[in-house]
């Protein structure tokens, strides 16, 4: 029962960190920049899925996908700064709807995007396995 509670009382630590660590990044974005931005969600999945694509796909070490998943983002961050917030700097409705539509935009392309896979599957347990699929 201990353990229950401890395993408990450390995800609830962990799920708040997380949740206070947006809070945060938002506060900052309107404080400094006037301007609401919803895409936070949006730039944490794009972040992972650059993790994903090269840890698991190009076999990357987790630290340099990480890294490159960061520079990613960053990047990602100051186009949409430079894009859409600075000329609507003005208008700060106006940027919240620019950032509602990339947000429609990243979630259509995620929705669409690549199959279930395990990571770092050799080249034969995959033909094994749809040969298993097949009935054979």
Known sequence: ???????????AV???S???LVAVGLVMIFG???VINFAHGELYMLGAYC??????DQQFPILGAVCIGLVFVGAT?????RALFRPLRDNPLGAEQETDRGDEAAQRVVAQGPEERPLH???GDA??????ANGG
């Open 127 to 132: 033909d094994e396995d749809q040969a298993d």
């Open 77 to 81: 961050g100051i186009l949409m700064e």
């Open 18 to 20: 997380f949740m206070a």
């Open 1 to 11: 029962m201990f353990e229950l509670i401890l395993q408990t009382s450390v995800n």
């Open 51 to 56: 993790v994903v694509f090269f840890y698991a």
């Open 121 to 123: 599957q050799n080249a």
């Open 14 to 16: 962990y799920a708040a």
């Open 32 to 34: 400094v920049m006037g």
